[in-house]
């Protein structure tokens, strides 16, 4: 194309175009990660970036909530277990996110601050994962159950991190993300066993924090809401995955805001689940 000099701006400009230029492109896919001819796909580390910046305002916002409404407003957080698991999840979450935000800002993918994100990742992920346990062992009062549990989730999470750190060469984040994928599962798991307990009256609800009907359609919503956000991961668009895989903290969120407050959960119910011997253990001395 001609190229033209203007003389008022000292520039070489060229002519204009009906052409639109695209900043990135959102569809763009995780892979490949190069063009034929060896470069960077264009936009590709840009999508990434903003994936990642919506997956932190999702945790943010749940931060924000838990700590100016369920704590400051309504004092309900220091009472209720499962959305301290939540908090401690999402709180930890947002530094993993600032370390693939930073990454992906200065064209680093597997840098140390990728390796970081990792770590704090599975950190995140292992107390979320707790409350899976609860909605579907507490119902019944199987404490040894919730404790195996918790043990499992531990061991997953610090057998991922070390097998990633390891052969990071040659499988980068994928340990990481099959076990984002086991989470979800474990969380869509929960819900649906939690959802058929109160359906047929293993566990109850007061009208004061919401009529049964209406919690069964709720818990039916997150469920749908997981099944997406699983789904959305396989389709390997980072603009999808990120953002589905934060919104996985906030279902889990809504959902313990709710269930936290139910009998079952309670210091009540908590302390009369755990007998060892003839003397009642407070279950939350489990974690």
Same mark, same amino acid.
Request: net charge positive; with cysteine.
């Given at each position: 194309?001609?190229?033209?000099?203007?003389?008022?701006?000292?520039?070489?400009?060229?002519?204009?175009?009906?052409?639109?230029?695209?900043?990135?492109?959102?569809?763009?896919?995780?892979?490949?990660?190069?063009?034929?001819?060896?470069?960077?796909?264009?936009?590709?580390?840009?999508?990434?970036?903003?994936?990642?910046?919506?997956?932190?305002?999702?945790?943010?916002?749940?931060?924000?909530?838990?700590?100016?409404?369920?704590?400051?407003?309504?004092?309900?957080?220091?009472?209720?277990?499962?959305?301290?698991?939540?908090?401690?999840?999402?709180?930890?979450?947002?530094?993993?996110?600032?370390?693939?935000?930073?990454?992906?800002?200065?064209?680093?993918?597997?840098?140390?601050?990728?390796?970081?994100?990792?770590?704090?990742?599975?950190?995140?992920?292992?107390?979320?994962?707790?409350?899976?346990?609860?909605?579907?062992?507490?119902?019944?009062?199987?404490?040894?159950?919730?404790?195996?549990?918790?043990?499992?989730?531990?061991?997953?999470?610090?057998?991922?991190?070390?097998?990633?750190?390891?052969?990071?060469?040659? +499988?980068?984040?994928?340990?990481?993300? =099959? *076990?984002?994928? $086991?989470?979800? %599962?474990?969380?869509?798991?929960? /819900?649906?066993? &939690?959802?058929?307990?109160?359906?047929?009256?293993?566990?109850?609800?007061?009208? +004061?924090?919401?009529?049964?009907?209406? =919690? *069964?359609?709720? $818990?039916?919503? %997150?469920?749908?809401?997981?099944? /997406?956000?699983? &789904?959305?991961?396989?389709?390997?668009?980072?603009?999808?995955?990120?953002?589905?895989?934060?919104?996985?903290?906030?279902? =889990?969120?809504?959902?313990?805001?709710?269930?936290?407050?139910?009998?079952?959960?309670?210091?009540?119910?908590?302390?009369?689940?755990?007998?060892?011997?003839?003397?009642?253990?407070?279950?939350?001395?489990?974690?």
């Amino acid at each position: 194309k001609p190229i033209i000099y203007n003389k008022q701006y000292s520039v070489l400009l060229q002519p204009a175009t009906c052409n639109m230029t695209t900043i990135t492109n959102f569809w763009i896919d995780k892979s490949p990660e190069v063009t034929p001819e060896g470069l960077p796909v264009p936009g590709r580390m840009e999508c990434f970036m903003i994936g990642h910046c919506i997956f932190f305002m999702f945790n943010f916002l749940n931060v924000c909530y838990l700590i100016l409404f369920e704590e400051f407003t309504f004092q309900r957080l220091r009472k209720n277990i499962l959305l301290q698991f939540g908090f401690v999840a999402c709180f930890v979450q947002i530094f993993s996110c600032i370390t693939s935000i930073h990454r992906y800002n200065i064209g680093d993918e597997y840098g140390i601050f990728n390796k970081a994100g990792v770590v704090i990742g599975i950190v995140a992920f292992t107390p979320l994962n707790f409350t899976d346990l609860y909605l579907i062992f507490q119902p019944k009062k199987n404490v040894t159950a919730i404790r195996l549990g918790m043990c499992f989730w531990v061991i997953a999470a610090l057998a991922n991190g070390y097998y990633s750190m390891v052969n990071w060469e040659e +499988s980068t984040t994928k340990p990481f993300q =099959m *076990l984002v994928g $086991l989470s979800t %599962l474990s969380h869509i798991v929960g /819900l649906i066993v &939690f959802r058929k307990y109160l359906k047929d009256g293993t566990v109850s609800i007061d009208d +004061s924090i919401a009529s049964k009907d209406v =919690m *069964l359609r709720m $818990l039916m919503v %997150l469920i749908i809401l997981d099944c /997406l956000c699983l &789904f959305g991961a396989t389709l390997g668009k980072p603009i999808i995955s990120y953002p589905g895989t934060g919104l996985t903290f906030t279902v =889990m969120v809504i959902a313990m805001s709710f269930i936290g407050r139910m009998d079952f959960m309670t210091a009540e119910g908590l302390g009369s689940s755990a007998m060892v011997g003839t003397e009642r253990q407070p279950l939350k001395s489990a974690v």
